[in-house]
């Protein structure tokens, strides 16, 4: 019983064995006839072609000016007249301090002002004297002095002629140098009046634009990207009260690699994206770039200039930019399509005597529905596209069609 059993398992093993046999035999014979099966496929000449090599970066979106507005005067807040978001011309009021205080100063420094003018005009206020002998207390001094110069001459004739003692005329001549000295610390008064106006110009001319000051203005054409103060607050000189940015034109600020120093020229065109426009390309120039070189990334910075009159664009958008260079290069290029992407590495069939041969590639710059091959193919060499329905093998038979 036993021996009959082991047999008739021995049987079902060698049947199992040779049916698994058959099925691999199956398997190869259909790969054998698969890999064999000819494909259908567009066959495109890899060509060499001229191409404008880009620059491509990311950075970010900054305002093209941006300034913290700040009081030049001390005092209290009485009104605020703009706020966060709101546009403002240039020259526009934004805060104004209360300016009683300093209206008074003002009035003050004219009135002192006044009071040295009037000692400077002719009699009857007329026009300010331009000669200082002009002035009253100046012609005073002039009279005073001629009187006694020539009571002193006489006085001289007389003593001459033993006609008067010493002490006469010496009384004379001391009364004379006196008037002269009188007469020249009059001129001398009128010319500190004239220094002392000057000064108290000044003054007024300061009054008077502390006073204008209390209407704090927008610096430039912008909007209002903070506001620090309220009705009521009191602020001090150079107390922040509003961040006015320009939003008109955006800087791009951009890292591009030292090796690429030499592509990239001020005025070259610049293609900016963002992701709250995806598929829009914002177009601007390359405005300035950095003398220097950072040692720590080693690149340098460029900034684009966009245009942002749609106001779309806003300051800290995080931007990708391509820069369009001056510089070309030969390269092969091959249709997109042809790519094949697996496991971190790109491939190609290339046909080779009517049959294809996968072949790994590196890539370059892409360029519309191209992309550049910078190795693993040659110039004249063919490379295979799937035609519809159509799934490219290793080594199999090709039949190029249109």
Same mark, same amino acid.
Request: aromatic share 6%; glycine share 8%.
């Given at each position: 019983?036993?021996?009959?059993?082991?047999?008739?398992?021995t049987?079902v093993?060698v049947?199992?064995?040779?049916?698994?046999?058959?099925?691999?035999?199956?398997?190869?014979?259909?790969d054998?006839?698969r890999?064999t099966?000819?494909?259908?496929?567009?066959?495109?000449?890899?060509?060499?072609?001229?191409?404008?090599?880009?620059?491509?970066?990311?950075?970010?979106?900054f305002?093209?000016?941006?300034?913290?507005?700040?009081?030049?005067v001390?005092?209290?807040?009485?009104?605020?007249?703009?706020?966060?978001?709101?546009?403002?011309?240039?020259?526009?009021p934004?805060?104004?301090?209360?300016?009683?205080?300093?209206?008074?100063?003002l009035?003050?420094?004219r009135?002192?002002?006044e009071?040295?003018?009037?000692?400077?005009?002719?009699?009857?206020?007329?026009?300010?004297?331009?000669?200082?002998?002009?002035?009253?207390e100046?012609?005073?001094?002039?009279?005073?002095?001629?009187?006694?110069?020539?009571?002193?001459?006489?006085?001289?004739?007389?003593f001459?002629?033993?006609?008067i003692?010493?002490?006469?005329?010496?009384?004379?001549?001391?009364?004379?140098?006196?008037?002269r000295?009188a007469?020249?610390?009059?001129?001398?008064?009128?010319?500190?009046l004239?220094?002392q106006?000057?000064?108290?110009?000044?003054?007024?001319?300061?009054?008077?634009?502390?006073?204008?000051?209390?209407v704090?203005?927008?610096?430039?054409?912008?909007?209002?990207k903070?506001?620090m103060?309220?009705?009521g607050?009191? =602020?001090? *000189?150079?107390? %922040? +009260?509003? #961040?006015i940015v320009?939003?008109g034109?955006? &800087? /791009?600020?951009?890292?591009?690699?030292?090796k690429?120093?030499?592509? =990239?020229? *001020?005025?070259? %065109? +610049?293609? #900016?994206?963002?992701?709250?426009?995806?598929g &829009? /390309?914002?177009?601007?120039t390359?405005?300035?770039?950095?003398?220097? =070189?950072?040692?720590?990334?080693?690149s340098?910075?460029?900034?684009a200039?966009?245009?942002? &009159?749609?106001?779309?664009?806003?300051?800290?958008?995080f931007?990708?930019?391509?820069v369009?260079?001056?510089?070309?290069?030969?390269?092969?290029?091959?249709?997109?399509?042809?790519?094949?992407?697996?496991y971190?590495v790109?491939?190609v069939?290339?046909?080779?005597?009517?049959?294809?041969?996968?072949?790994e590639v590196k890539?370059g710059?892409q360029?519309?529905?191209?992309?550049?091959?910078?190795?693993?193919?040659?110039d004249?060499?063919?490379?295979?596209?799937?035609?519809?329905g159509?799934e490219?093998?290793?080594?199999?038979?090709?039949?190029?069609?249109?």
């Amino acid at each position: 019983m036993a021996k009959r059993l082991a047999g008739a398992t021995t049987l079902v093993l060698v049947a199992g064995a040779l049916g698994a046999a058959a099925g691999c035999a199956r398997g190869r014979a259909e790969d054998g006839a698969r890999a064999t099966r000819a494909v259908k496929a567009h066959v495109v000449r890899v060509q060499s072609r001229s191409v404008s090599r880009t620059v491509d970066s990311v950075g970010s979106l900054f305002p093209f000016e941006e300034v913290t507005v700040g009081s030049e005067v001390e005092g209290r807040v009485a009104q605020v007249y703009v706020d966060v978001g709101d546009r403002v011309a240039a020259g526009r009021p934004l805060v104004k301090i209360v300016p009683v205080e300093l209206g008074l100063s003002l009035q003050q420094e004219r009135a002192a002002l006044e009071q040295i003018q009037a000692r400077l005009t002719t009699p009857g206020g007329g026009p300010a004297l331009k000669d200082p002998r002009d002035a009253a207390e100046v012609k005073r001094a002039d009279a005073d002095r001629t009187d006694l110069e020539q009571k002193y001459l006489r006085a001289k004739e007389l003593f001459a002629q033993g006609l008067i003692s010493k002490g006469t005329f010496d009384e004379a001549e001391a009364r004379y140098n006196g008037a002269r000295a009188a007469y020249d610390m009059a001129v001398q008064n009128v010319l500190t009046l004239r220094a002392q106006a000057a000064q108290r110009r000044a003054s007024v001319a300061l009054a008077d634009k502390k006073l204008r000051d209390t209407v704090i203005r927008a610096p430039f054409a912008g909007q209002v990207k903070d506001r620090m103060v309220s009705p009521g607050q009191y =602020v001090k *000189v150079q107390t %922040p +009260v509003m #961040v006015i940015v320009d939003t008109g034109r955006l &800087r /791009a600020r951009l890292k591009v690699p030292e090796k690429m120093a030499g592509w =990239v020229a *001020v005025g070259q %065109p +610049v293609k #900016v994206l963002v992701e709250a426009y995806p598929g &829009r /390309a914002f177009e601007g120039t390359v405005w300035r770039m950095s003398p220097s =070189v950072d040692p720590q990334t080693r690149s340098f910075d460029v900034e684009a200039l966009l245009d942002n &009159r749609e106001g779309v664009l806003r300051p800290g958008f995080f931007a990708r930019a391509s820069v369009v260079t001056s510089r070309v290069d030969h390269a092969l290029v091959v249709p997109q399509d042809a790519l094949r992407y697996l496991y971190g590495v790109y491939k190609v069939y290339k046909v080779d005597k009517s049959a294809l041969r996968e072949t790994e590639v590196k890539l370059g710059a892409q360029e519309g529905a191209t992309v550049e091959i910078v190795s693993g193919l040659k110039d004249g060499e063919h490379v295979a596209v799937a035609a519809e329905g159509e799934e490219l093998r290793d080594g199999a038979p090709v039949i190029a069609i249109p």
